[in-house]
């Protein structure tokens, strides 16, 4: 199990930029694939992007693709979000998750994760 930790959400107006981190404690972040999901307000928690265990190979959803890059740094235990761009329909509350794995490759579902940060609000005003 791995405990996670969001920050950098906050308020900022349509076509701006925001950089989330997630920190994991414990020395076992490189055995996880990882990913971001976020819950706009009134709706249920989508997928964002997801990550293999070395970063070589990372996915993100289609209505964030362009905009958002997902990244990790092993040697800090950190996961990254870079938010550019971006528009008032991306408000939610953003989650990162692990996923333990033997191999390289990323889930993409959130039933796929098992450990969740508490999340960081990201607000865009039009």
């Known amino acids: 199990q791995v405990q996670l930790v969001e920050s950098g959400g906050g308020l900022v107006q349509a076509g701006g930029s925001l950089r989330l981190s997630c920190v994991s404690s414990g020395r076992t972040f490189p055995w996880y694939a990882m990913g971001w999901f976020r819950q706009p307000p009134g709706k249920e928690r989508e997928f964002v992007a997801a990550i293999s265990r070395n970063g070589a190979a990372s996915r993100p959803a289609e209505s964030v693709k362009g905009r958002f890059t997902i990244s990790r740094d092993n040697t800090k235990d950190t996961l990254y979000l870079q938010m550019n761009s971006l528009k008032p329909e991306d408000t939610a509350v953003y989650y990162c998750?692990?996923?333990?794995?033997?191999?390289?490759?990323?889930?993409?579902?959130?039933?796929?994760?098992?450990?969740w940060g508490k999340g960081t609000l990201v607000t865009v005003s039009s």
């Open positions: 998750a692990a996923q333990f794995r033997g191999d390289n490759g990323m889930g993409l579902t959130q039933t796929e994760y098992h450990d």
